[in-house]
């Protein structure tokens, strides 16, 4: 049942925010001006949040515009109702719905729904990653000088250890294929299915890749902090690979180029 409901609850947050995408919608900033919220990501909130709570009344809720909704459940629904909403209020369909699992403090279920590109990813601890119901592996790539990657920058960034522009600045030197979609969501799945073979990002919150670092783990790949330990989603830092170039990665990320 929790995988169907999981489903449900994807694709129900899907349909509305193709109902409201290119259309009209309100839009409002939160803490900068480009850290947006719509009408598309409540609604599709609502819309999940009413397809599992008729299911599992009784379940915690951990979702970015609404926050904790606190219950004594072993089971955890961690949700963003819509990844990449500065991109959707302009229109670009990089944009996705992304619901993670998690019981017992372990995440077990993954879905990511980019309903423009018709892309549903999807994995379940232990059983592999899918998308459309089609098994996707992380890419074989071996040399990160050659290695196409993804990153994104946060939104205020007030200086500290692994600076997000001179990381970048380096691979831009080189030459190196690096690209900011601006869905974290989407930049896992996309290391999952071989399209990045890598991704790193400073400050992530857990909703943004709960559900993706599983997807890129069931895909065989790999995902740690910065210094390369095990990943947790309650943690800001993540660097994400096909495993291959994870470890070149995390020494370019910790300044040692």
Same mark, same amino acid.
């Given at each position: 049942?929790?995988k169907e409901t999981l489903l449900k609850a994807t694709q129900a947050g899907g349909q509305v925010l193709q109902h409201y995408f290119n259309g009209a919608f309100q839009i409002s900033s939160k803490s900068t001006i480009n850290d947006l919220v719509t009408e598309a990501d409540k609604g599709a909130e609502s819309a999940i949040f009413k397809v599992i709570q008729d299911t599992y009344p009784d379940?915690?809720?951990?979702?970015?515009?609404?926050?904790?909704?606190?219950?004594?459940?072993?089971?955890?629904?961690?949700?963003?109702?819509?990844?990449?909403?500065?991109?959707?209020?302009?229109?670009?369909?990089?944009?996705?719905?992304?619901?993670?699992?998690?019981?017992?403090?372990?995440?077990?279920?993954? &879905?990511?729904?980019?309903?423009?590109?018709?892309?549903?990813?999807?994995?379940?601890?232990?059983?592999? &990653?899918?998308?459309?119901?089609?098994?996707?592996?992380?890419?074989?790539?071996?040399?990160?000088?050659?290695?196409?990657?993804?990153?994104?920058?946060?939104?205020?960034?007030?200086?500290?250890?692994?600076?997000?522009?001179?990381?970048?600045?380096?691979?831009?030197?080189?030459?190196?294929?690096?690209?900011?979609?601006?869905?974290?969501?989407?930049?896992?799945?996309?290391?999952?299915?071989?399209?990045?073979?890598?991704?790193?990002?400073?400050?992530?919150?857990?909703?943004? &890749?709960?559900?993706?670092?599983?997807?890129?783990?069931? &895909?065989?790949?790999?995902?740690?902090?910065?210094?390369?330990?095990?990943?947790?989603?309650?943690?800001?830092?993540?660097?994400?690979?096909?495993?291959?170039?994870?470890?070149?990665?995390?020494?370019?990320?910790?300044?040692?180029?």
């Open positions: 049942m929790l379940h915690f809720i951990l979702s970015e515009e609404s926050g904790e909704l606190v219950t004594t459940s072993n089971t955890k629904w961690i949700i963003d109702p819509l990844d990449g909403t500065v991109n959707f209020a302009h229109g670009i369909p990089i944009c996705c719905v992304s619901i993670g699992v998690e019981v017992d403090g372990e995440m077990v279920l993954g &879905a990511v729904y980019n309903p423009f590109l018709n892309e549903f990813f999807f994995a379940e601890k232990g059983k592999g &990653a899918t998308k459309n119901d089609k098994s996707i592996h992380v890419s074989a790539k071996t040399d990160l000088g050659s290695a196409c990657m993804a990153t994104g920058f946060p939104y205020q960034w007030e200086g500290g250890e692994n600076d997000p522009v001179d990381i970048f600045a380096y691979f831009v030197k080189r030459g190196q294929a690096v690209r900011r979609l601006g869905s974290a969501a989407i930049d896992l799945c996309w290391v999952a299915d071989g399209r990045f073979d890598g991704y790193y990002e400073h400050t992530l919150n857990a909703w943004d &890749a709960a559900a993706g670092f599983l997807i890129v783990e069931e &895909a065989g790949g790999k995902v740690t902090d910065f210094k390369g330990n095990r990943y947790s989603p309650y943690q800001r830092t993540l660097i994400a690979t096909n495993g291959h170039i994870h470890a070149q990665l995390v020494d370019v990320v910790n300044g040692k180029y």
